[in-house]
Structures are given as C-alpha cells and as structure tokens.
C-alpha cells in the first residue's frame, strides 16, 4: 500500500495588506488637502456655474451702469481678476495631479504585492489539490482491488 501523504498547511507569512486611503490620510499635509480641496471645488460644475454667474452680473452691471462704471468695457479688471485666479489655480491643480500620480503609484504597488501573495496561496491550493487528487485516485485503485478481490 502506497502512503499518501499531501503538503504541509500553508503559512501566511507576508504582511497584511495596508489601506492606501490611509496611508495617504496619514502622510497628507495641509499644504495638500488644500491643493486637494481646490482641484475638486474648481474642477466641478458648480464652480463653472457660478463664476459664470458672477461674470454675467459683472458684465450687466458695467454696461448699464449710469453714474460708476468701475470695470468699463473691454472689461480689463475682469480680465486681471481672471489672469490671477489662472495664474495661481493652474498650479495648485498641477500639485493635486501631482500629488494624485504618486498616490497611483502606491495603489499599483500595492496591487502588485497583493497579486504576488495571491498567486503563492493559489499554487499551494493546486498542489494541496494535487496530492488529493493523487490520494483519491489511490484509494480508487484500493477499493478496485478489493472489489476484484471479493469476485
């Protein structure tokens, strides 16, 4: 009779895997969240409706104002107002995107070890379900043996 034996039990032997959102939570500044805040807030919809807004009523104003004008047309504070929010929105944008790559980088790492870990638990289910399978066949060729046996 053939011994059967099968593999020894596996042993998780990595680190849990780690959060990425709270790794970033954790390490973040106030310099970024605020880089954060405005890629979001001037990013959306909500930001373009309402400077939009802001822009009309400005333009109305200083067409039909009768007595001040304080931006007359071609409107040249308007556009020193809108150089300057660019001028400074652009790279605080780039900081966030910035920021953002490197935070990709982390979860494609970390995306990587967890594949790694997975694919040395799923080689050592298949061999645990070789040695079953090379087990069961024995005790198949047993059971044969034994019914030949008793014919």
Do not use: C
Request: aromatic content about 8%; cysteine-free; glycine content about 2%.
């Amino acid at each position: 009779m053939i011994r059967m034996t099968f593999p020894e039990p596996f042993k998780h032997q990595h680190q849990p895997v780690q959060n990425v959102n709270e790794i970033i939570a954790a390490q973040q500044t106030l310099g970024q969240r605020a880089a954060d805040w405005v890629a979001l807030n001037i990013g959306s919809w909500w930001f373009i409706i309402i400077q939009s807004i802001i822009l009309a009523i400005w333009v109305v104003l200083n067409v039909t104002a009768w007595i001040r004008h304080w931006d007359p047309y071609p409107f040249i504070l308007m556009n020193l107002v809108l150089s300057l929010q660019a001028a400074y929105t652009a790279p605080i944008i780039m900081m966030s995107q910035n920021r953002q790559a490197a935070r990709d980088r982390l979860e494609a790492h970390n995306d990587y070890v967890i594949n790694q870990k997975t694919e040395e638990e799923v080689r050592a289910i298949l061999d645990h379900l070789a040695a079953q399978n090379d087990a069961l066949a024995e005790i198949h060729r047993l059971l044969a043996d034994m019914r030949d046996g008793n014919d």
